[in-house]
Nanobody, 121 residues
């Protein structure tokens, strides 16, 4: 089993910044990718950004140039620095890991419980 613990959500004004963090723990053999998804009310959950164990990154077009993902593989943590925030960034942000445990022969997706980010004046 893999557990993901998130922190850093909250209320911020447009143009402001927030930093989200996520720590993975458990019977982890390897983690292929870690990243962040978000979901606004009435909309589908979407990929915000992800980073692989090769260091490759992927960003949604809507956040390119404003958000930055970073990873500390030794600590199994991932962070999301969010700058120049807009009201449309509002939603529940979920930490995600594509990981394999010692008890499994395959990797699968693990999720945090989500943290609310609200961008409003």
């Amino acid at each position: 089993q893999v557990q993901l613990v998130e922190s850093g959500g909250g209320l911020v004004q447009p143009g402001g910044s927030l930093r989200l963090s996520c720590a993975a723990s458990g019977n982890i053999a390897s983690i292929y990718t870690m990243g962040w998804y978000r979901q606004a009310p009435g909309k589908q959950r979407e990929l915000v950004t992800a980073i692989s164990n090769r260091g490759n990154t992927d960003y949604a077009d809507s956040v390119k140039g404003r958000f930055t993902i970073s990873r500390d593989s030794a600590k199994n943590t991932v962070s999301l620095q969010m700058n120049s925030l807009k009201p449309e960034d509002t939603g529940v942000y979920y930490c995600n890991a594509d990981a394999r445990t010692y008890g499994d022969s395959w990797s699968r997706q693990y999720w945090g419980q989500g943290t609310q980010v609200t961008v409003s004046s």
